[in-house]
């Protein structure tokens, strides 16, 4: 439950962090069902009235075509990576735009570099969630000051802290649970009071199921995730939702679902199933199947069929095992 005030608070802050100025002109080219592209985006241009250069699905080469026409582009990592193979995508191109902003997922170094080898434009990369819209940004001035890597400082009016799993406060640079503040924090999961209730901490941060740290000078770094998540191409996938899906097949036994390092979504998602005694499964079967049943962003780009799953002494899969094998 996302309130008028959370959404207007993190709209005006964004507006004066990353400089929204007259003329500015947005390329737009995220889905509208996400936070990103509905509200950091779109917010910031009407905020502004600032025209948009609307696409209804993204293509990097006819993005890449409408830059000389625009001064700010957001997208999510996978935008990038797919802009760097446009031909198109040089330092002309690229003369009238003055921010280039990235979030949903990790921005890979690789991808940073390249981009500002380019185009000459450092990618501002920000971080935040559906249920808090945004929460830290890299500085806008100077561009030098933005690192590769970091999600910046905490926006103006966002508390940003870093616990450990016993709810201590953690000294600058030492890695937690990273816990959360401020007017732009949801109310709560619509009709979930236990969950909300779980979410909160009891001076009532919300945590964040992200891991990281914040350095003495106040970047935040993300390492990880508590939650049993996949990031894939910017959109979430859970694990134990697809896991469900699969298990109900017929001849299944059991199955895990990982992500797995992509070149082109960041991650992937892989399926690893185990038959029923006596039963016989086929890999190219099963993703044939999920197709009918479950999103395209969410299906196993492979899915292979083992005799058993790893497991340590306590019984629980060993999901980083099966990382490790697949990647
Ligand atoms: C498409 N496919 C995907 C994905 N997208 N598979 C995994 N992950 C994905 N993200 C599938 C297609 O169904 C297709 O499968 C195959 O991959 C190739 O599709 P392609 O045509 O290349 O994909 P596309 O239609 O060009 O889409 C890629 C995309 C899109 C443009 C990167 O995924 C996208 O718009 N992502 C942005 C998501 C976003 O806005 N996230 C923000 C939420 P097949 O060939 O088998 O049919 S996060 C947020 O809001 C937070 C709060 C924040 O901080 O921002």
Same mark, same amino acid.
């Given at each position: 439950? $996302?309130?008028?005030?959370?959404?207007?608070?993190?709209?005006?802050?964004?507006?004066? /962090?990353?400089? =929204?100025?007259?003329?500015?002109?947005?390329?737009?080219? +995220?889905?509208?069902?996400?936070?990103?592209?509905?509200?950091?985006? @779109?917010?910031?241009?009407?905020? &502004?009235?600032?025209?948009?250069?609307?696409?209804?699905?993204?293509?990097?080469?006819?993005?890449?075509?409408?830059?000389?026409?625009? *001064?700010?582009?957001?997208?999510?990592?996978? $935008?990038? !990576?797919?802009?760097?193979?446009?031909?198109?995508?040089?330092?002309?191109?690229?003369?009238?735009?003055?921010?280039?902003?990235?979030?949903?997922?990790? +921005?890979?170094?690789?991808?940073? &570099?390249? =981009?500002?080898?380019? *185009?000459?434009?450092?990618?501002?990369?920000?971080?935040?969630?559906?249920?808090?819209v945004m929460l830290t940004s890299n500085p806008y001035r100077p561009e030098s000051a933005r690192r590769g890597g970091t999600v910046g400082l905490p926006l103006p009016g966002v508390g940003v802290?870093?616990?450990?799993?016993?709810?201590?406060?953690?000294?600058?640079?030492?890695?937690?649970?990273?816990?959360?503040?401020? #007017?732009?924090? /949801?109310?709560?999961? =619509?009709?979930?009071?236990?969950?909300?209730?779980?979410?909160?901490?009891?001076?009532?941060? /919300?945590?964040?199921?992200?891991?990281?740290?914040?350095?003495?000078?106040?970047?935040?770094?993300? !390492?990880?995730?508590?939650?049993?998540?996949?990031?894939?191409?910017?959109?979430?996938?859970?694990?134990?939702?697809?896991?469900?899906?699969?298990?109900?097949?017929?001849?299944?036994?059991?199955?895990?679902?990982?992500?797995?390092?992509?070149?082109?979504?960041?991650? @992937?998602?892989?399926?690893?199933?185990?038959?029923? #005694?006596?039963?016989? $499964?086929?890999? @190219?079967?099963?993703?044939?199947?999920?197709?009918?049943?479950? @999103?395209?962003?969410?299906?196993?780009?492979?899915?292979?069929?083992?005799?058993? $799953?790893?497991?340590?002494?306590?019984?629980?899969?060993?999901?980083? +095992?099966?990382?490790?094998?697949?990647?």
């Amino acid at each position: 439950m $996302l309130t008028h005030g959370n959404l207007l608070s993190n709209a005006r802050v964004l507006k004066d /962090f990353w400089g =929204w100025r007259n003329g500015d002109v947005l390329v737009h080219a +995220l889905p509208i069902f996400h936070v990103h592209g509905l509200f950091v985006a @779109a917010h910031g241009a009407l905020l &502004n009235g600032s025209r948009m250069i609307w696409f209804n699905r993204f293509d990097a080469r006819a993005v890449v075509a409408r830059l000389p026409e625009a *001064t700010v582009f957001m997208g999510v990592p996978t $935008l990038y !990576v797919r802009m760097l193979a446009e031909p198109g995508l040089t330092r002309g191109a690229c003369k009238s735009m003055r921010l280039f902003i990235s979030g949903s997922a990790p +921005l890979l170094i690789e991808t940073f &570099n390249a =981009w500002r080898e380019r *185009t000459g434009h450092t990618i501002l990369e920000r971080y935040g969630m559906s249920e808090t819209v945004m929460l830290t940004s890299n500085p806008y001035r100077p561009e030098s000051a933005r690192r590769g890597g970091t999600v910046g400082l905490p926006l103006p009016g966002v508390g940003v802290r870093v616990h450990d799993d016993k709810g201590s406060p953690l000294p600058a640079g030492e890695v937690g649970n990273i816990q959360v503040k401020g #007017p732009n924090v /949801f109310k709560g999961y =619509w009709r979930m009071p236990e969950k909300t209730a779980d979410e909160f901490t009891t001076d009532l941060w /919300f945590k964040t199921g992200d891991v990281g740290r914040i350095d003495a000078d106040g970047f935040v770094t993300i !390492v990880g995730r508590s939650k049993d998540l996949i990031i894939s191409g910017g959109y979430n996938v859970y694990p134990a939702e697809i896991e469900g899906v699969v298990n109900e097949l017929p001849g299944v036994a059991e199955s895990a679902v990982i992500g797995v390092p992509h070149p082109d979504f960041g991650e @992937a998602v892989v399926a690893v199933v185990v038959p029923r #005694p006596g039963a016989t $499964l086929d890999g @190219a079967a099963i993703a044939a199947q999920l197709r009918k049943q479950i @999103a395209n962003f969410k299906l196993p780009k492979q899915v292979f069929v083992v005799p058993e $799953l790893p497991r340590n002494s306590m019984g629980k899969v060993q999901k980083n +095992l099966l990382r490790e094998e697949h990647r």
